[in-house]
């Protein structure tokens, strides 16, 4: 394999890779704010904790979404 091809080869599944990353951290980010719903009632600070990891959860897949968006196209991808 050629140094391009190995690139090309690293890029595709980094590209893989990112699109699993966003999705798996908005399902964290979806289960952080349920469970900070349901124990509110027993704990504003626990709430708001979990409110804070989902907040940054967020921050992260957009920080992933950039890196995506920031991946050079292939000529074989639209």
């Not at 992933?64 to 292939?74: E, F, G, V, W």
Request: zero cysteines; a negative charge; charged letters at 35%.
């Amino acid at each position: 394999m050629n140094k391009s091809a190995a690139m090309d080869d690293v890029e595709a599944k980094l590209n893989i890779l990112l699109d699993y990353w966003i999705e798996h951290n908005s399902e964290h980010e979806k289960e952080f704010r349920d469970w900070a719903d349901k124990v509110a009632s027993l704990s504003g600070e626990v709430a708001q904790q979990l409110r804070e990891a989902a907040a940054k959860m967020a921050a992260a897949s957009d920080d992933l979404i950039k890196a995506k968006q920031a991946l050079p196209k292939s000529k074989g991808r639209h």
